[in-house]
Structure formats: C-alpha cells, structure tokens
C-alpha cells in the first residue's frame, strides 16, 4: 500500500485534532508516499496541504468528505481530484454545498459535476452500509447499481479499519457486494488525529459540538484513527484490496503548480485600452497636482512607472483601485493618504488613490514593484470605517455578485478557550475553569502555551492536579490550544475575479458574505486578486471632526489641503499632548515624541519609525545627533543626501536602497532584492550579492575597507529597516489628527469621546484634558443631548448612548418624539414616550442624571417613580389631556439627601456613565491625605519614590518564575489610570488591601522600563 486516503483535518472544525504541517511531517518520518484529505463540505486546507506534501516528497490527494443529497437524505460521498479538472469540479461542488440553502449537493447535480473525480461510497456512515445496517439488503444492491450508473468506472467502495464489531460486520457486507458487481474496494484508516494518545481529545471536541458530556471514567470511542504506518493498515487488509488502493491513488495526478490567474479587467469604452486609459488619467493627474510646475523628473518617473506596470500586467489593477476610491470621494466617504509601500508609486498620487507625493519624501516605486520581484501589487486603501462597506458593495455592484467574494480567515481556540470548552464537557465548574484559564497569559508579550505554564507554574500545577478531570484532559487541552475552532471573514481583503468564483474557487457564505475558502497567504497563488478595503477608525474621527467644524463654525476644511507647518501642531505635540492621535498616543511614543522636541513631518516619520523593537536602540544616538550633542556620521560622504535627513542613522528601506544603489551602481530592483535577502537572512542570495556590491563599489572608486564597511552597516540596518512609506502615511494621519486637536479642542474632544466612549481610560484622560483648557463636560440631558457628544456653547454635552444599557435604537425613538418639542417634565417624558422605553434603560437614564434638568435628583425620581407611571396609566385610561392634571402633580418631601444620598447618587453616576462627571470623590481624600501628585503627572517623576490616592479597578495575581505570587494592579484617580505591580514580597504584606473597588494610597516608584507603572513599596487603605 503506498499511502492513506482518509486524513480529515482540524479544518473540519470540532471533528479533528490533524494540523496540515505536522500532518506531513508525520507522514514523512514514517516514509508515506501517499496521502489524501478529505475534509467535511470545504476545501481549507487544499492548497496548504498540496504545497506541504510536495515540499516533504509527499503525492497529495485533494478530496472532499461531501455531502450528498439522496431521495431527500443526505449521506457523505469521499470525492477524490484525479486532474486539474477534477480539482474545479470539487471546487465547483464544494461552493455548491456551501451556497445552497440544503448545504448539499443534489446526486443528479453531483453526477454531471464528477467526470474526473474518483468516488467513493460505502463506508460505515454511507448510504450503502445506512441499508446494510437496518437488513435491507435488496435496498444496498440497488444504491450500488444506482452509484454505478451515476459514476461508472470512477466508483469505489470504501471500508475502513475499526475496532467496532458491527462496523467490521458491515465491512464483510460491503466487499461482498462490491464482488457481486465489479467494484473495486478501497481501504483506509479514518485519520483524525495523529497520535493514539490523543484519541481522547478528539471525544472532548465532539462531545463539545453536540454538547453531551463526558467523564473521568469514560475512554476513546474509537483509538484507532490516528495515523499508522503503511505496514500496520496493509496488514489489516488483503492482497487485493491493497492493490486497489495504490491503483486509486496512481490514478489521481493532480499539479496545481501553475494554477490559471483570474485577474479581473476594468470596463472600458469600445476601442479604449487598459494602458491607454491610465496614461490618459495619470498624465490629467499629474497636472492637476502641479498645474504648470511638472518637471522632467516627475515625467521621466511617471513614464518609467507606467512601462513598469505595463509590462507586469497591472493596468487594469491600477484603474480598479482608481474607480473605487474616486467613488469613495465623490461620495464624501473619508480615503486616507496611503498605506504601506503603494505611496512609494508616482501612478498612485496622480491617480488620487495615494495622496503623498514620493518624490518629495524620496519614497521608491522600486519598494512596491519591480521586475526582480514579480508578485502582485498590492495597494491597501484605508476608508472611515463607517462607511467602509458602502465601497465593497459599490464594487459588488460594478462587477458583479459572483465575481467579488471576502476571503476565509480562522479563529484559533488558544489555551483559555481550550481549558474552558474542554473542561465544560467534563462536568468542571465555571468559576474553577474560570480560575484555571486565567493562569496562562495570552498577551502579545507574554504568550505561553498550556504546557509551559504547567511545567514552570507551581500554582497552575497544582490546580490542574487538584482535579482528576482536569489532569486527564490536559494533554488534550495542549492540543487543542493550537488548531481552528471557525472560520470568519478577513476584516479588510476583498478577491476580484475575471471569472465566476463559484467555478474556480471554493466559497461559503459568511454573514451573508460571499468568502472564498482559500486563506490570505494561498490567494495569489491561487490565480486571484486580492484587494484590502481597510476601515480606518481615525478617518471616521477625522471626518467627524471636519464636520462638525463646517456645522459650528462655517468653515470648510478639506484635510488633505492642509500645510505641514502648523507652529501650534508642533507646540501641542512637543507637549506630549498626544491623547487621541494616531501611532502617538502610547506612553512610550508620546515619550519619545517630547525628548525629540518633534518640529516637522519628518520628525513624526522617523519617531514611527524607530520607536520598534530593533530600531529603538538607536533613539538616544538619534535625539543626540538632533540637538546638536553628538557630529552626524554618514558612513560615507557620497551618503549626506541620502542620510541627511535622519542625522546619518539608517532608518528606513528606502535608504537602504539608495545607499546600496549609490555605492555599488544597483538598480533599485536589484538593491530591493539585496535588502531583502538581508532581512530574511538568506545566506546565500546574500553572500552572492554582496560580491557583486563589492565589486561595484570598487568599480566607482571606493576603498576595500569602505566597500566592506558600508556593506556591514547597511546589513545591520537592513534587519529593522522600516518602510518609509508607510511611515510617511502613518505621519500624515497623525499629523491631521494633532492639526485638527490643536485648532479645534472643542470638535476634536467631541469625536474622542465619541469614538471612545466605551473605553473609561480614555474617558478620563479626555475629560482631564477639556478641563484643563476649561472646556466643561456637561451632564447628559433628556432634552439638549444627542447621540454623540456635541458641542454646546463652548463647552461638550455628554452623549446620551454613551450611557449603559442605552442604544441607539432607543434614542431614535427619543429623537423622533422629543422633535416636537422638549419635554418638560417627568410625567411629559412618560406620557409622550408611551411604551418606547424599558425599565433598564429608565433607570440609567435616572442615575446618569439626565432629568436634572427637572430640579429633582435621581433617589427622589426613583423614589416616587410608580406614582409617574400611574398617573400616565390614568391619562391613559380616561383619554385626559394631561395639561389639565397640574393639580396632581406629585409631592417631593426630601431636599437632596445629604451626604450619604450624594455619594451614592455619585456612585450611581459612574455605573451608568462609566466615569465620575459632576464630582470625584477621591478629590477631598486627596486633601485630607496630603496627596498632591496626580496619576496623570506620573511621567514627570519617572525613577523616582511617589505617593498617589487611586481606586482599584483591576487586581491580576500570578506566579513569577519561581513559582511565587505577585500582582499587577490597575487603579484611576480623577485624572487617569495607572498600572502597577506587587513583586513576592510587597505582595504578601498587602495581598488582603488588593479589592477591587477598594481606595488606596500608593507609595512606590515609578517606572518606565517597557511601560509607565509604579513599583509598590506598600499600600494604605483609606
């Protein structure tokens, strides 16, 4: 036998445990020659199985586990690609199955559709062995004449290896039919996972799909699906059967190694051509950006461009892209200045799709296409991401529904997923579970694996020993962190195609999306285009932003227009005064960006660009050569025009390039490909380029040491060299953000909030920063507030679906009603909101204080609520006008409560708006205590011994290296939040102060090695 047919994998979701790559490594160390997938109704892994087996020596069966519909039922069919045809018919079927509202294939439909597919029936769950089981016989020798019909010689019968007694009966059952009517029998172990030890794991996930339950005394259903060698399946076959399946597997020779392209065309006007057309509109372009001022430089550039693009193909691509984003503008939706190395392109600025000049920033077509390097382009538009989708449906519209489709991506389980679907089949309690999964970190910084948290975690282990349900699914747990638990719709790309998706690639529906089932990295391969349609939430704000200045001020700003040398922007930034601006907002940036006294765009590029790892090293040399501390080295003199403009520090590709290009005589092709081969570490394209760099530098008269010395500092650079770019476009958007904060606090405040009226950090931060420019933040009102914070007579008014547990479809029934004219009281809100509001939504309305306005605090509303509500139901009854009912108005005994009613009323305040808005109560505490350091001036006192008053948000224990506790804690003041940790010691001094909700004096120093935190010393509880 010289290989296996049945492998399903971890992309049949919940039903396996198979990773392709281990899969084929598997297969390789056990010297398989053969292997198929056959997935259930999706093609996932197709192409990434295909490249790995080839990769490892391995001939790759593509098939499919379909499902078929039969008199009304459905059975599964194994369908095997013999050819490249047969590969698009499973594509064809596949995207049938997963279209159609049966999710099947009707067997007529299938039968026109398998001409180059082996087909394989039987098998213990087929309809075959369906009648079999249930001792009918005649019905089993007519399905199999049926098969026969539909599949002629393609047809086989399946057994498969099991250690069930009735499967084994049905199988003797299968093979004597097959001799009584000439079909070939095939024999295969199922594999679902690939270990036997992991048998079990592969219960739990389907114990989990169905939801039954499992125990510690239960053992695998089945623990002989993992993949065996050939010797031990051969052996469980005969001769005849074995010879089967090696003439099943030489009968399937499928090359997908140069699979056809589907590139789409744009529409064009009768006699018109692709190329024609973009040269029309770039040369129009370039006119238009610099009326009488082109120069032969931009000519020559924009000529070689589009030669370049031409002969790659790319024509049609280019004006794809143009369409889009001028219906994007024409349409007032928000497109950003560029993204990633499309701004390096002359093409793309003409056109309107980049709004970035790349000749002014030395930005290098070369970066983004060239022919040394032939791959598809690939420019990525950003758009307001509120209306991001208007753009996809426009070019749905334009191309057509069955020529635009999202693209596939997974959602892996990861460990605490794992612990928590796992554990629940086995009966473990939430809370423990809980507890459990929460031990193993998940952060970008400190991500660790179920294992390794319980091989170095003592607490962890224990926990985990602590249960025997728990020890027992460990292992499966470990496994099951790593594979696919869904598949979901790639947030940005977009596949066009010249031809019908549903003919050349697998596609599902998701959300009521179209979505091609081939993930981001097999696309281009695949003969597709992709296209990334980014939402961008800063453009929504900037947007926001822009218009509310047009509606307050009667002044249009058109956000590209603006100049890069705004002194107030510069000023606000050297502040640190970063909340809310694009790629400068963290703690370590807005650092960065006041140590650089940030006085130009090309300040904002390059502090992007070197605050990464990597390139951070070179920030204190950077800010050094700056200020004048340090000279500028440029390596070499011929370097200053290339390096000037970052003081002779190599931060970006793009002088890589011109370095490279300068010395040694490379074209830019050719200089990209070294850069290249310089970060990716390939030894040996590198080694070879660097002879002929050498050899070049000679050759324009440089020195043996020079040559070699400049080699070695760009392939130092060359490992972090960021794309300049991109930079600059991260730059733009940073900058109109900053613009737009510095000339207009009170727009800029509003869309923050707005945006970011979940997040109470920010809350806090923002409204910190209005008061200290004495903008005040009014209290949200039934009457004046709107469905984002607004701007008020010089001040903002606090939105009204900012507050908990009111949405937006409740304000526009508020809207609607309250159009007429305010309310005027209590009553008049119930009267005229009828049955429009719940009494969840009622009572955060009450405690954020919305009816302030009617003169009576949220207790006392509360307090004579039902009388409200039986006075409306009165008016009801009697059909009274109201208005005629002012001698019933109610009676409010109280004044405002006292002090104890105050606090509480504060307290309510919070929960519904997420921040303390009239008053703070820590601000009296922190002049009884003597505490007179904010947390939001935390930064100016970095290395050195604080004290500052904070409500606990967050308290986070785990296990240090050692095994020993500690805490990371989160805490707010009225000015910000701030993070600190507890090491073993501090912990078990105060672990019993570390509640949440709880005040606290912290006294501690302040740190700033990855973050701003505070390391506690001791804590007071006040």
């Not at 991001?388 to 635009?404: A, L, T």
């Given at each position: 036998m010289k290989g296996n047919i049945n492998v399903v994998t971890s992309y049949s979701f919940q039903k396996s445990t198979v990773l392709i790559r281990e899969l084929v490594a598997k297969a390789k160390q056990l010297n398989i020659g053969a292997l198929g997938i056959c997935d259930h109704d999706n093609m996932y892994g197709a192409l990434e199985f295909y490249h790995e087996c080839v990769r490892s020596g391995i001939k790759p069966l593509i098939g499919l586990n379909a499902s078929v519909l039969i008199e009304s039922q459905t059975y599964p069919l194994l369908l095997y690609a013999k050819n490249y045809q047969g590969y698009l018919e499973l594509v064809r079927i596949t995207s049938i199955i997963n279209t159609s509202g049966n999710n099947a294939i009707e067997i007529e439909q299938l039968a026109k559709k398998a001409r180059n597919l082996h087909v394989v029936g039987g098998d213990y769950n087929g309809l075959i062995a369906y009648s079999l089981k249930r001792m009918m016989p005649q019905r089993a020798n007519a399905n199999l004449l049926l098969f026969k019909e539909y599949f002629k010689e393609n047809f086989y019968l399946g057994i498969s290896v099991s250690l069930i007694e009735m499967e084994n009966q049905i199988n003797a059952q299968i093979i004597d039919l097959a001799n009584s009517h000439g079909v070939k029998v095939v024999g295969y172990n199922k594999?679902?996972?690939?270990?036997?030890?992991?048998?079990?794991?592969?219960?739990?996930?389907?114990?989990?799909?169905?939801?039954?339950?499992?125990?510690?005394?239960?053992?695998?259903?089945?623990?002989?699906?993992?993949?065996?060698?050939?010797?031990?399946?051969?052996?469980?076959?005969?001769?005849?059967?074995?010879?089967?399946?090696?003439?099943?597997?030489?009968?399937?020779?499928?090359?997908?190694?140069?699979?056809?392209?589907?590139?789409?065309?744009?529409?064009?006007?009768?006699?018109?051509?692709?190329?024609?057309?973009?040269?029309?509109?770039?040369?129009?372009?370039?006119?238009?950006?610099?009326?009488?001022?082109?120069?032969?430089?931009?000519?020559?550039?924009?000529?070689?461009?589009?030669?370049?693009?031409?002969?790659?193909?790319?024509?049609?691509?280019?004006?794809?892209?143009?369409?889009?984003?001028?219906?994007?503008?024409?349409?007032?939706?928000?497109?950003?200045?560029?993204?990633?190395?499309?701004?390096?392109?002359?093409?793309?600025?003409?056109?309107?799709?980049?709004?970035?000049?790349?000749?002014?920033?030395?930005?290098?077509?070369?970066?983004?296409?060239?022919?040394?390097?032939?791959?598809?382009?690939?420019?990525?538009?950003?758009?307001?991401?509120?209306?991001?989708?208007?753009?996809?449906?426009?070019?749905?519209?334009?191309?057509?529904?069955?020529?635009?489709?999202?693209?596939?991506?997974?959602?892996?389980?990861?460990?605490?997923?794992?612990?928590?679907?796992?554990?629940?089949?086995?009966?473990?309690?939430?809370?423990?579970?809980?507890?459990?999964?929460?031990?193993?970190?998940?952060?970008?910084?400190?991500?660790?694996?179920?294992?390794?948290?319980?091989?170095?975690?003592?607490?962890?282990?224990?926990?985990?020993?602590?249960?025997?349900?728990?020890?027992?699914?460990?292992?499966?747990?470990?496994?099951?962190?790593?594979?696919?638990?869904?598949?979901?719709?790639?947030?940005?790309?977009?596949?066009?195609?010249?031809?019908?998706?549903?003919?050349?690639?697998?596609?599902?529906?998701?959300?009521?999306?179209?979505?091609?089932?081939?993930?981001?990295?097999?696309?281009?391969?695949?003969?597709?285009?992709?296209?990334?349609?980014?939402?961008?939430?800063?453009?929504?704000?900037?947007?926001?932003?822009?218009?509310?200045?047009?509606?307050?001020?009667?002044?249009?700003?058109?956000?590209?227009?603006?100049?890069?040398?705004?002194?107030?922007?510069?000023?606000?930034?050297?502040?640190g005064n970063t909340l809310g601006i694009f790629q400068l907002e963290s703690s370590g940036m807005t650092d960065l960006i006041k140590r650089m006294q940030i006085s130009s765009l090309e300040d904002i590029i390059a502090a992007i660009a070197l605050y990464r790892p990597g390139p951070m090293e070179n920030i204190p040399d950077y800010i050094a050569r700056k200020k004048g501390e340090v000279p500028v080295d440029y390596i070499i003199d011929d370097l200053k025009g290339i390096l000037q403009s970052t003081y002779g520090i190599m931060i970006y590709q793009e002088q890589i390039m011109l370095a490279v290009q300068k010395i040694a005589s490379f074209s830019l092709s050719k200089a990209d490909k070294l850069r290249k081969a310089m970060s990716k570490k390939q030894a040996s394209l590198m080694m070879e380029l660097k002879d002929e760099y050498i050899q070049g530098a000679k050759a324009n008269g440089y020195s043996q040491d020079q040559a070699n010395r400049s080699f070695d500092v760009i392939l130092k650079f060359a490992n972090y060299g960021f794309n300049k770019a991109h930079s600059v476009s991260y730059a733009y958007v940073a900058y109109y953000l900053a613009y737009l904060k510095a000339n207009f606090p009170l727009e800029f405040y509003s869309a923050i909030l707005t945006n970011d009226s979940s997040n109470t950090k920010t809350l806090i931060k923002a409204i910190n920063e209005c008061r200290k420019l004495n903008i005040k933040i009014l209290p949200p009102s039934i009457n004046y507030s709107y469905n984002y914070f607004s701007v008020e007579n010089g001040n903002i008014r606090f939105s009204l679906v900012a507050i908990r547990n009111v949405g937006q479809a409740f304000y526009a029934k508020l809207e609607q009603v309250r159009s007429d004219r305010p309310f005027e009281s209590i009553d008049d809100f119930i009267y005229r909101m009828d049955n429009k509001i719940n009494a969840q939504t009622m009572m955060a309305l009450i405690d954020s204080g919305c009816f302030k306005e009617f003169n009576h605090p949220p207790h006392e509303i509360k307090d004579n609520l039902f009388a409200h509500v039986a006075r409306y139901e009165n008016i009801k009854k009697f059909n009274l006008d109201k208005f005629a009912l002012g001698d019933l108005e109610v009676a409010y005994q109280d004044d405002w409560g006292g002090k104890k009613q105050a606090a509480i009323n504060l307290e309510l305040e919070k929960q519904a708006l997420g921040v303390y808005l009239s008053s703070h109560p820590l601000t009296n505490l922190k002049q009884t205590h003597h505490v007179d350091i904010d947390v939001i001036d935390l930064s100016s006192h970095i290395n050195q011994k604080v004290r500052v008053l904070v409500n606990l948000t967050r308290v986070k224990v785990i296990q240090d290296k050692n095994g020993n506790n500690m805490a990371f804690i989160e805490g707010q003041d009225e000015t910000a939040s701030l993070a600190g940790v507890l090491f073993f010691e501090s912990y078990q001094r105060f672990a019993k102060m570390l509640v949440r909700g709880s005040n606290v004096i912290i006294e501690g120093r302040v740190d700033y090695s990855r973050e701003l935190q505070i390391i506690v010393n001791s804590l007071i509880r006040v």
């Open positions: 594999v679902r996972y690939l270990e036997r030890e992991d048998a079990f794991a592969c219960d739990l996930l389907e114990a989990s799909l169905s939801g039954a339950s499992l125990s510690v005394h239960d053992e695998p259903n089945n623990p002989c699906n993992y993949l065996k060698s050939l010797d031990e399946v051969s052996a469980l076959f005969d001769a005849k059967i074995n010879g089967n399946v090696d003439e099943f597997i030489d009968g399937c020779n499928l090359s997908l190694d140069s699979m056809e392209a589907h590139l789409p065309r744009f529409p064009l006007a009768p006699n018109q051509t692709a190329q024609k057309y973009l040269n029309v509109l770039c040369h129009v372009g370039l006119k238009k950006r610099f009326a009488s001022q082109v120069t032969p430089r931009y000519l020559q550039r924009l000529d070689y461009e589009l030669k370049i693009i031409h002969e790659m193909g790319f024509d049609d691509y280019f004006l794809i892209v143009y369409d889009y984003v001028q219906y994007a503008k024409k349409n007032k939706i928000l497109v950003g200045p560029g993204r990633g190395s499309a701004a390096g392109s002359l093409v793309s600025y003409c056109l309107g799709i980049t709004n970035i000049d790349p000749i002014r920033y030395d930005l290098l077509f070369e970066r983004f296409l060239n022919v040394d390097r032939i791959s598809m382009p690939d420019i990525d538009i950003d758009f307001q991401d509120t209306r991001r989708d208007e753009v996809v449906n426009y070019v749905i519209s334009k191309y057509g529904v069955d020529h635009v489709a999202g693209i596939v991506t997974f959602t892996t389980y990861g460990p605490r997923v794992a612990i928590k679907d796992l554990g629940k089949v086995m009966g473990l309690s939430l809370p423990y579970l809980e507890m459990l999964s929460k031990q193993v970190p998940t952060g970008p910084k400190n991500k660790k694996t179920i294992m390794e948290v319980y091989n170095t975690s003592n607490h962890f282990a224990s926990l985990v020993d602590s249960s025997p349900a728990m020890a027992k699914i460990l292992r499966s747990c470990a496994l099951v962190e790593r594979i696919p638990k869904n598949a979901s719709t790639h947030a940005a790309g977009i596949v066009l195609s010249s031809s019908n998706l549903l003919e050349v690639a697998p596609v599902g529906i998701n959300n009521g999306l179209r979505v091609v089932q081939y993930s981001k990295d097999y696309i281009e391969e695949a003969g597709f285009l992709k296209m990334d349609f980014l939402g961008l939430r800063n453009l929504s704000v900037i947007k926001s932003i822009v218009d509310q200045v047009e509606i307050n001020r009667g002044l249009r700003i058109n956000i590209n227009d603006i100049g890069f040398d705004d002194k107030r922007t510069f000023n606000l930034l050297s502040r």
